[in-house]
């Protein structure tokens, strides 16, 4: 698939996974946007909170990402993480319409609570993780969110019934192809 459109969005993007099952359930793409204007005290991610600029990757270029991943590996849905995502939300609302098309199930996390997250893009999401991390309210044992305060919103009933602890999904992937990618709950010693 060739995807064509005149729409000159771009996006600021830390890092890609096209196949991964340490970002929610089933095989899945992530993507880190780069940017945060949150600043979690302990992010799990430092290096994805300044705003400079990582990889200018087009509409077009991440939507035919999506579909090579979806036919090559068969992911089921993507997960939008960072860096904060909702940092570029005009091209993230476009982003995920066009995932949808694909039938694409989309996880996103954000610091920002979902009373903050615009309408337009939550009817696009099929699940949210929102709140910002919290060190002190650290959960480790907890599948989906790093603190206590978080919330997980099923906003359609896509992943309604995924019942996934922290013990059952896959710990950490590491992925080696332009380069090494290393995500989820992996301990280096």
Same mark, same amino acid.
């Given at each position: 698939?060739?995807?064509?459109?005149?729409?000159?969005?771009?996006?600021?993007?830390?890092?890609?996974?096209?196949?991964?099952?340490?970002?929610?359930?089933?095989?899945?793409?992530?993507?880190?946007?780069?940017?945060?204007?949150?600043?979690?005290?302990?992010?799990?991610?430092?290096?994805?909170?300044?705003?400079?600029?990582?990889?200018?990757?087009?509409?077009?270029?991440?939507?035919?990402?999506?579909?090579?991943?979806?036919?090559?590996?068969?992911?089921?849905?993507?997960?939008?993480?960072?860096?904060?995502?909702?940092?570029? *939300?005009?091209? =993230?609302? +476009?982003?995920?319409?066009?995932? /949808?098309?694909?039938?694409?199930?989309? &996880?996103?996390? @954000?610091? #920002?609570?979902?009373?903050?997250?615009?309408?337009?893009?939550?009817?696009?999401?099929?699940?949210?993780?929102?709140?910002?991390?919290?060190?002190?309210?650290?959960?480790?044992?907890?599948?989906?969110?790093?603190?206590?305060?978080?919330? *997980?919103?099923? =906003?359609? +009933?896509?992943?309604?019934?995924? /019942?996934?602890?922290?013990?059952?999904? &896959?710990?950490? @992937?590491? #992925?080696?192809?332009?380069?090494?990618?290393?995500?989820?709950?992996?301990?280096?010693?």
């Amino acid at each position: 698939m060739k995807y064509h459109s005149a729409s000159n969005v771009y996006f600021n993007i830390a890092n890609i996974n096209r196949c991964t099952g340490s970002e929610g359930p089933f095989k899945r793409m992530a993507i880190w946007f780069q940017g945060c204007n949150i600043y979690c005290k302990s992010c799990c991610n430092p290096e994805l909170q300044p705003f400079r600029l990582a990889h200018l990757v087009s509409l077009e270029e991440l939507i035919e990402i999506a579909f090579r991943a979806k036919e090559e590996f068969s992911i089921e849905g993507v997960t939008l993480t960072g860096g904060e995502p909702t940092m570029q *939300i005009i091209g =993230l609302i +476009k982003l995920c319409a066009e995932f /949808k098309k694909l039938d694409l199930g989309i &996880i996103l996390y @954000s610091g #920002n609570k979902i009373f903050d997250i615009p309408q337009e893009l939550l009817k696009l999401i099929d699940l949210l993780v929102d709140g910002m991390y919290i060190e002190e309210f650290k959960e480790p044992g907890a599948a989906m969110k790093g603190s206590k305060n978080q919330d *997980i919103h099923h =906003l359609t +009933k896509r992943y309604l019934n995924i /019942k996934q602890n922290k013990e059952d999904r &896959i710990h950490g @992937s590491i #992925n080696i192809n332009d380069g090494a990618i290393i995500n989820g709950d992996v301990l280096l010693f």
